[in-house]
């Protein structure tokens, strides 16, 4: 393979996705004030070396000082950890692994926030997953989730997007859900009054007044402001939990399924309510509903056994990449069977690692293979669309990887925007495929990205006197 700097309209280099992510200043301005004014830092828990090494390669270059963030092992009490950070600092960020040690951390996200309150914020750290399993983590109590693989600009961009300023409703909201912890409905009625006088219809302040309601044994009128709050916001779940309390603790079974049922909607991947709904069924005698939430919670529960599994199999293939890249290969192709009839287009990224490392070893067949069997899991992918582009362009089967491309184009139009190497080999494959047109367009990418660049520079200038624009004196 040629060096970048030897490109010719034959020859080919290609990156791998995403990996020219340009810095954004702004979130990098955010970040700092975060945690040089607000004295926050960073907790990332993960086995994830490769996260670390990012993540702490930022905190150097970016001139703030070591004792803001802490990598840690999955191993180590989250909660003393937690709190030994929140000795020196007001504020702590975690990014959290959704499993931990093989098991689902979800469960903890809420006991950590119930204990430290506003000063605590919890990103959860994922393989590529389903949108429902993105309700859950959300359900649980993540403020935020981050998708692997990651770049450094990512990681801080979904850091800032998870903070929030510290302005005057915050405080009333931690003020009355002090009063509220307290039993203190007088004083937890006097911020929620605020935090409505400024806000009329926000879903929190309106759900807090549902809580001081019930309190005060006022049952009707918490379930008025709960409904109240339930409309304000549809995608909020914690109005419509606060219900099925409510009609739990008035024996209202057939309210109560109503809700359960909404939020199963909602978030379908929620195991324990899948036992909730099948036990309130069960009080009611209808024995047959409640044996299908049964037997849809097993199913759920099987699914998470078997994501545990494969995501055990494909850390130790990332482990065993750089010593024995054929028993990595080995149990990548045993995360893949692991997945059996869960397999969906969130597991694409396994076989898209595959294809990459088998293509990096020179057998590009098979990772032409591997590719397609990926596209017809999910055909509109764009990373697999470009990575089998890749393969089929160093087979020189020009046509065949110009199709690629055009479909990881279709559906991601920023790979040509932000990577000269990705604008220019797409440009060079097109060029190859007598594409001139498109070709040209490519080339004019990598030019607005490297305008110093004489490669880029020297097929502009020969693919424009192809193109249909060129009119020869």
């Known amino acids: 393979m040629k060096n970048a700097e030897e490109h010719d309209a034959a020859g080919y280099y290609f990156k791998t996705w995403g990996e020219s992510m340009r810095a954004k200043t702004m979130y990098d301005k955010i970040f700092a004030y975060y945690i040089e004014k607000m004295n926050g830092s960073v907790l990332v828990i993960s086995n994830d070396n490769y996260l670390f090494r990012i993540s702490r390669n930022y905190i150097k270059v970016s001139g703030l000082p070591d004792s803001c963030y802490h990598c840690a092992k999955m191993s180590i009490n989250t909660f003393k950890a937690i709190g030994r950070f929140?000795?020196?600092?007001?504020?702590?960020?975690?990014?959290?692994?959704?499993?931990?040690?093989?098991?689902?951390s979800l469960d903890d996200i809420m006991p950590l926030k119930n204990k430290f309150r506003e000063r605590i914020k919890v990103i959860v750290l994922s393989a590529e997953v389903d949108g429902n399993t993105i309700a859950l983590m959300y359900e649980k109590g993540a403020d935020n989730v981050i998708i692997k693989p990651v770049s450094q600009a990512i990681i801080i961009q979904k850091i800032v997007s998870t903070l929030t300023p510290d302005n005057k409703l915050d405080a009333l909201i931690e003020g009355c859900k002090t009063a509220l912890q307290m039993k203190d409905a007088q004083g937890a009625e006097s911020y929620v009054d605020k935090i409505l006088e400024q806000r009329p219809d926000s879903t929190i302040?309106?759900?807090?007044?549902?809580?001081?309601?019930m309190l005060q044994n006022d049952n009707e009128k918490a379930k008025y402001f709960y409904t109240k709050a339930?409309?304000?916001?549809?995608?909020?779940?914690?109005?419509?939990?606060?219900?099925?309390?409510?009609?739990?603790?008035?024996?209202?079974?057939?309210?109560?399924?109503v809700y359960l049922k909404r939020l199963d909607k909602m978030s379908p991947l929620n195991r324990e309510r899948k036992i909730e709904?099948?036990?309130?069924?069960?009080?009611?005698?209808?024995?047959?509903?409640?044996?299908?939430?049964?037997?849809?919670?097993?199913s759920l529960a099987k699914r998470e056994a078997n994501e545990i599994l494969s995501k055990t199999y494909m850390d130790i293939s990332q482990s065993l990449l750089p010593v024995d890249y054929e028993r990595s290969l080995e149990f990548n192709n045993k995360a893949i069977k692991a997945k059996g009839k869960y397999l969906s287009k969130d597991d694409v990224w396994m076989f898209n690692e595959k294809?990459?490392?088998?293509?990096?070893?020179?057998?590009?067949?098979?990772?032409?293979?591997c590719f397609n069997r990926a596209l017809r899991i999910s055909p509109e992918d764009p990373r697999v669309n470009y990575n089998l582009g890749v393969a089929y362009a160093e087979e020189q089967e020009v046509k065949k990887a110009a199709a690629c491309f055009d479909i990881a184009l279709q559906y991601d139009k920023s790979i040509m925007q932000n990577s000269v190497s990705v604008a220019y080999n797409i440009g060079l494959t097109y060029y190859n495929a007598r594409r001139f047109d498109d070709a040209y367009e490519l080339f004019e990418a990598a030019a607005a990205i490297d305008p110093d660049n004489p490669n880029v520079a020297?097929?502009?200038?020969?693919?424009f006197k192809k193109t249909s624009r060129y009119l020869p004196e």
Do not use: C, W
């Not at 807090?208 to 309601?213: A, E, F, N, S």
């Open 458 to 463: 020297e097929m502009l200038q020969n693919t």
């Open 205 to 213: 302040g309106l759900m807090l007044k549902g809580d001081v309601r």
């Open 277 to 298: 709904l099948a036990n309130s069924f069960l009080s009611l005698g209808d024995n047959e509903q409640a044996y299908t939430y049964f037997e849809q919670a097993i």
């Open 230 to 257: 339930a409309v304000s916001s549809k995608f909020y779940m914690e109005p419509l939990k606060r219900l099925v309390t409510l009609y739990n603790a008035l024996d209202d079974l057939d309210r109560k399924i």
């Open 355 to 369: 294809g990459i490392n088998l293509r990096k070893h020179q057998r590009n067949a098979e990772a032409i293979e």
């Open 86 to 104: 929140l000795a020196h600092h007001d504020h702590v960020t975690v990014l959290m692994e959704r499993q931990l040690e093989g098991r689902l």
